[in-house]
Nanobody, 118 residues
């Protein structure tokens, strides 16, 4: 399974961006997809996840109400719509996939950098 994240960039405080995670390979084996982020000097943190069927979205408290995770079944792509961005959202955003409903994520893509200026 391969994951390719894209869509990062520079945006002003209060702006919006949409990240994409294109997934290829043995996708039938997947159970859930998630977005994580890592800011400079900080640990990686969970942002949002969704079931491979597009069900049961779940968000970190820090992004709830501002970010929306979704999946395009036809394109095998998972999106992260980010609205009302804040400078503290600045980070490298990574997508990950898991074969099981619980536990560790088995596959990781490279990051896409999001910078929110104040």
């Amino acid at each position: 399974v391969q994951l390719q994240a894209s869509g990062g960039g520079l945006v002003q405080d209060g702006g919006s961006l949409r990240l994409s995670c294109a997934i290829s390979g043995r996708t039938f084996s997947l159970a859930r997809i998630a977005w994580f982020r890592q800011a400079p000097g900080k640990e990686r943190e969970f942002v949002a996840r969704i079931g491979w069927g597009g069900t049961s979205p779940y968000y970190a408290d820090s992004v709830k109400g501002r970010f929306t995770i979704s999946r395009d079944n036809a394109k095998n792509t998972v999106y992260l719509q980010m609205n009302s961005l804040k400078p503290e959202d600045t980070a490298d955003y990574l997508c990950a996939a898991a074969r099981n409903a619980f536990g560790l994520y088995n596959y990781w893509g490279q990051g896409t950098l999001v910078t929110v200026s104040s």
